[in-house]
């Protein structure tokens, strides 16, 4: 079982820049994809980035496309998302989430899921 804790959310002007961290414990983040999905009010959770079980490949959704970059760190058994130039649509519950299976990836299937962080972009 994998447990993971997000941290690295808060409140940030628009146009500013934060980075997510997502610990894992309990197993390794190594041959086994890792996402980030965001959940705004009232609306249903969003694929946002995810990369895929080799770490070689990154996938983002249309809306951050150039402005978030999704990345791992082995050492740390951790996954970040740094997300630049911040719009107040992007104010979300940010969760971060991993696959079970290894050498497998599909991001409408994830399996571990964290709490989430709290990212609130003001105008």
């Known amino acids: 079982q994998v447990q993971l804790v997000e941290s690295g959310g808060g409140l940030v002007q628009a146009g500013g820049s934060l980075r997510l961290s997502c610990a894992a414990s309990?197993?390794?983040?190594?041959?086994?994809?890792m996402g980030w999905f965001r959940q705004a009010p009232g609306e249903e959770r969003e694929f946002v980035a995810g990369?895929?079980?080799?770490?070689?490949?990154?996938d983002y959704a249309d809306s951050v496309k150039g402005r978030f970059t999704i990345s791992r760190d082995s050492a740390k058994n951790t996954v970040y998302l740094q997300m630049n130039s911040l719009k107040p649509e992007d104010t979300a519950v940010y969760y971060c989430?991993?696959?079970?299976?290894?050498?497998?990836?599909?991001?409408?299937?994830?399996?571990?899921w964290g709490k989430g962080t709290l990212v609130t972009v003001s105008s």
């Open positions: 989430a991993a696959q079970s299976s290894f050498f497998y990836t599909n991001y409408k299937g994830m399996d571990y």
């Open positions: 309990g197993g390794s983040i190594l041959r086994r994809a």
């Open positions: 990369l895929n079980w080799s770490g070689v490949s990154a």
